[in-house]
Every structure is written in C-alpha cells, then in structure tokens.
C-alpha cells in the first residue's frame, strides 16, 4: 500500500482549519470540562468499543464514587462490578483497577508523564497513552482509531483494504505523527476523531461542510464512497456448550433456597460469574 501524502505534508494550513473547526464544533464532554490524566484514562478505556451515549451516564456515575486513582485501586470488584454495569467487556475495568493499584503501589499515586512510563501501566497500550500524553501533558503522539484511519485514507485517496492491516495501520501512524500539529496535540487528535464521527462518517460523509476538503485526495478524484473498503470481517466460530448447573437443594425446594455452583470464568466471557459451561462433545 502506498500513501499519497504529498498534499498533507506540502502544506501545514489545512490544520489550521482543522483546528478552527474544532474549536467552534466540538462537543461538551465532562472529560473535555475538567482534564485530567485520570479521567482522560478512565473515558478512553470506555470509550473502546462501546458508544458516547452509554458511555455518558456510566461516567459520570464512575467519577462520581471513584474520584481518585486511589479509590478506584481500593474498590471492591462487587461495585465495580455494579459501576461497569452496561459497558460490556468487564476485563477492561479489572484493567483499570490494576493499573490503579500499580499508580499507587509503584509511583505513590502520581500519574505518569511520557508515553514510555504510561506503557508501563498494565492494561495500558499504545493508543491509550498516545490519548493521554497527547491530551494531558501536550506531547506530540498521534492517535489512530478506526475514524482516523478512515479519515487519512480518505485524505490521502486510498482505497487498498491494506489500511486496516497491521502494516497499513503502521504506515498511517507515522503519516499521523509526522502531521500531528506540534503545538496542539491533543487538540489535534480530538480534532481528527471529532472530525470522523461528525463528518467524515463512515456512511454519508458531509464533504460540503468539511475543514480539509481541499486537501481531501479521496474527495479530489470522487473515491470517497469506496475510500477506503469496508474493513474485512473477523471470522467467526460457533461453540456449543452445556451449562452445568448444581444446586445443593431437592427438586422440590423453592428455588430460591437452593445453593447453585458457580465459578468465575476463564477465556470465553473472562472475568464473568456463572454456571461452569462444557462443550459439547463431538458424536
Ligand atoms: Fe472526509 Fe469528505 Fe472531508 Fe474528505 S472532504 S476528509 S471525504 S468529509
């Protein structure tokens, strides 16, 4: 795959524009009112597969009882539990709480500041520090999402499914950090994301009304629609399973009055509470 990139890095005025427009355009989050690195964490880390509108409330609602890195190292898995309610993909809030513990137990509660020490965090990988050194602390990392990369594929008039590969996704990180506006990074990366979820959306794009439409190849050379291909689907495989359930009472007890076996489980649904699951025996 080859990027054309000539158009992004010939001239820097399209940022400008970028950048206008996020400042008339962007949307009120509490973590966009009140920044900080904890918050920051805690939004991104939410954010990952699961949409703004549920994402809001359950905020809110986490900052609320877990204002500090510390309380969120002390919290039960019972209220977190309670607290991750909705977001699915609970593994990600037994992340959180470990690399809260590893805040307070190794770097006495002090957040840390580069994108090397933040990779250290356990849970914590390159998208999620490259969010908040760029957010929090003004350092120049480019953040690359799926909305980004279809906004530089379209950019840069690309339309090889190789974008949503590793080496495509490589290829558009470093265009990504090569063009990052030095002195507002976060801006910069929040600008490109906004700009994807508002008007260069998947479906629709509202070409009309964008910043760098006169930087935009893909819309140059009216590819936008196939710019870039769908992103190839994961395979999936079916699993069929027994649900063993064991209860310490008769038959005829209530319900109830019944002790039943549980276990936490391992790999398939991680992390969640329920019957132990068998599969299904070949014949
Ligand atoms: Fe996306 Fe259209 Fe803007 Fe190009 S001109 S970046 S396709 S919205």
Redesign the pocket.
Same mark, same amino acid.
């Given at each position: 795959m080859v990027l054309e990139q000539s158009q992004l890095l010939s001239s820097m005025v399209w940022r400008s524009s970028l950048l206008n427009w996020y400042d008339t355009n962007k949307r009120e989050f509490p973590w966009r009112i009140n920044v900080s690195p904890y918050q920051t964490w805690i939004c991104e880390v939410m954010s990952q597969q699961t949409t703004l509108v549920v994402v809001l409330p359950r905020f809110n609602e986490f900052i609320k009882k877990l204002p500090t890195v510390h309380a969120l190292a002390d919290v039960s898995d019972e209220t977190l539990r309670s607290l991750w309610a909705g977001l699915g993909y609970y593994a990600r809030a037994r992340n959180l709480r470990s690399g809260a513990q590893y805040i307070v137990a190794q770097l006495g509660g002090a957040f840390p500041q580069t994108f090397e020490e933040w990779l250290k965090v356990p849970g914590v990988g390159p998208y999620t520090a490259s969010v908040i050194v760029s957010i929090c602390y003004g350092l120049p990392k480019a953040c690359v999402d799926g909305n980004v990369i279809r %906004?530089m594929a379209?950019?840069t008039g690309t339309s090889s499914a190789e974008v949503w590969s590793e080496s495509g996704r490589f290829q558009i990180q470093n265009l990504a950090d090569r063009v990052i506006d030095q002195s507002r990074p976060g801006d910069f990366n929040q600008a490109m994301m906004e700009?994807g979820a508002l008007?260069?959306r998947k479906q629709t794009?509202?070409?009309a009304s964008?910043p760098?439409?006169s930087v935009?190849r893909?819309?140059k050379l009216q590819i %936008?629609e196939s710019c870039p291909p769908n992103k190839p689907r994961k395979e999936f495989i079916q699993l069929q399973l027994f649900a063993l359930i064991l209860s310490s009472g008769s038959e005829s007890a209530r319900l109830c009055e019944n002790i039943f076996l549980a276990e936490r489980r391992q790999g398939f649904l991680s992390g969640t509470l329920g019957f132990p699951l068998i599969p299904v025996p070949d014949v």
């Open positions: %906004v379209r950019l700009l008007i260069c794009p509202d070409c964008c760098v439409q935009c893909a819309n %936008v």
